[in-house]
């Protein structure tokens, strides 16, 4: 069986008659009783009010309220105002911004609890991920970094993250690269569609922007490429025809009848995602070393089997394995802020070396760059090496030059991101550290328990 998330980027803040495509969204959703996960930005909840269209706020209200940011694409975005060497400074900026659109749709829509965030366009900052999990929200969806060629969620950042698969509005109404469209989907493309996806994934996401069946042109893209137009000079979208959009609305209708008549398909929320992956106790034990060190040597890479860990947790349980502990209970990982130190030439230490070396190392925060063992410095990579093997029963270890990095190419776009070349153009962006640190965030990657550990 097949889950299906259906996830609604709820963002235009130029052109409120996009207001009117919530609307027929939210309710063609539970005309067929399906509940869907609308990510609405902060200021978007301000304008529904101000333009006191509560039917669209009391129409929301059956569905999963999430965020999309307080601001969207409206400068400094969040890729800007977190582009800072300090990462506590760039937080702190970033909580108080988010905390107050949580603050907006807590009021407007009378709920108690953010289930899933969703980054805006392409603000993927490693602060947004370590914001939205102190704010203890537990998914983070259309995280296109953590899109491996993974099946299912991965955990990245101690959030459970999702990956779009099929934008609706390009989808049920076939477009080219202008986003100009050009004709309805048939019934008879949509089924086949959704055979393959049937077929081939256990978990899908279908997202869509509710004003963009009604638009042909994102509002950002209009008012805020390179910097914010004024508010009052904002320029409306060019509309679809009105022949396309009730066309999308009919095929966006019989999709949800559909996939919601299909025993294939298990219609969910990102907070009944939430609760079924969930986050379990999770423990090492000293004596499942030697398994997690074959599949280590093996690959240099997440484990999946017995259980589920990153690189992050190995490392720590291996901490604590070396102080005297039999059984390490994994908790919150982070990366590094810098790129860590690796050994060039081999390098002998011995087993007392690795205890004492462990002793100093710090049980919170970022991982360290590089550890002191004996009279040697070991790469964090590289003493994670000796302490396997010395927590294996080797009194004294040589170890070699090798990588530190986990296979990337399993996660391209974290792999190739380069946040000064986005599709909102953000002119005041010099990418000093949330690309890279985006990157240096791999070690908390965690891939679903039991699954292979490369595709």
Not at 50 to 66: M, N, P, S, T
Not at 281 to 301: G, S, T
Request: aromatic share 10%.
């Amino acid at each position: 069986m097949t889950d299906l998330v259906f996830s609604f980027d709820t963002e235009d803040l130029a052109n409120i008659g996009g207001f009117d495509g919530i609307l027929r969204t939210a309710e063609i959703l539970r005309k067929h009783n399906v509940r869907g996960c609308f990510q609405i930005v902060g200021r978007l909840a301000e304008l529904l009010e101000k333009h006191g269209r509560q039917d669209v706020i009391e129409a929301l209200k059956y569905h999963e309220i999430d965020t999309h940011s307080l601001g969207h694409s409206l400068h400094p975005t969040i890729n800007e105002c977190t582009d800072l060497e300090s990462f506590d400074e760039a937080f702190d900026v970033l909580m108080a911004w988010e905390k107050e659109c949580e603050d907006i749709l807590k009021r407007i829509f009378g709920i108690e609890k953010l289930r899933s965030a969703c980054p805006p366009g392409n603000s993927v900052s490693y602060v947004a991920h370590y914001v939205y999990h102190h704010m203890g929200i537990p998914v983070y969806c259309g995280d296109e970094l953590a899109g491996s060629k993974l099946p299912m969620p991965v955990w990245y950042c101690n959030l459970l993250c999702t990956h779009y698969d099929l934008n609706l509005e390009g989808f049920l109404l076939k477009r080219d690269e202008k986003l100009v469209p050009i004709r309805p989907r048939t019934e008879e493309e949509i089924r086949a569609k959704f055979d393959e996806v049937a077929a081939t994934k256990d978990f899908f996401v279908c997202y869509h922007h509710p004003s963009m069946c009604m638009y042909s042109e994102y509002w950002d893209l209009v008012n805020c490429y390179g910097e914010n137009a004024p508010e009052g000079q904002w320029r409306e979208s060019k509309k679809n025809p009105p022949e396309m959009i009730e066309a999308y609305y009919r095929n966006f209708d019989f999709l949800v009848g559909m996939l919601k008549a299909d025993p294939r398909f298990r219609i969910t929320t990102y907070e009944n995602l939430a609760d079924r992956y969930g986050n379990p106790v999770r423990k090492i034990r000293l004596q499942d070393l030697p398994a997690l060190k074959a599949q280590i040597d093996e690959d240099f890479h997440p484990i999946t089997l017995p259980h589920s860990y990153c690189m992050a947790d190995l490392f720590h349980a291996c901490r604590a394995f070396l102080c005297g502990a039999e059984e390490y209970i994994c908790g919150d990982v982070k990366g590094f802020l810098e790129d860590p130190f690796a050994i060039t030439a081999p390098v002998t230490v011995t087993k007392a070396e690795m205890v004492e070396s462990a002793k100093r190392i710090l049980t919170e925060g970022w991982l360290p760059r590089s550890i002191i063992v004996g009279s040697s410095i070991l790469g964090t990579a590289d003493w994670l090496r000796a302490a396997l093997a010395v927590l294996c029963g080797e009194e004294t270890v040589t170890v070699s030059p090798a990588g530190w990095q986990i296979d990337l190419d399993q996660f391209p776009r974290l792999r190739d991101l380069n946040l000064k070349q986005t599709w909102v153009d953000v002119k005041d962006l010099m990418d000093n550290h949330v690309s890279r640190r985006n990157r240096l965030q791999s070690w908390t990657i965690r891939l679903p328990e039991g699954c292979h550990r490369k595709y």
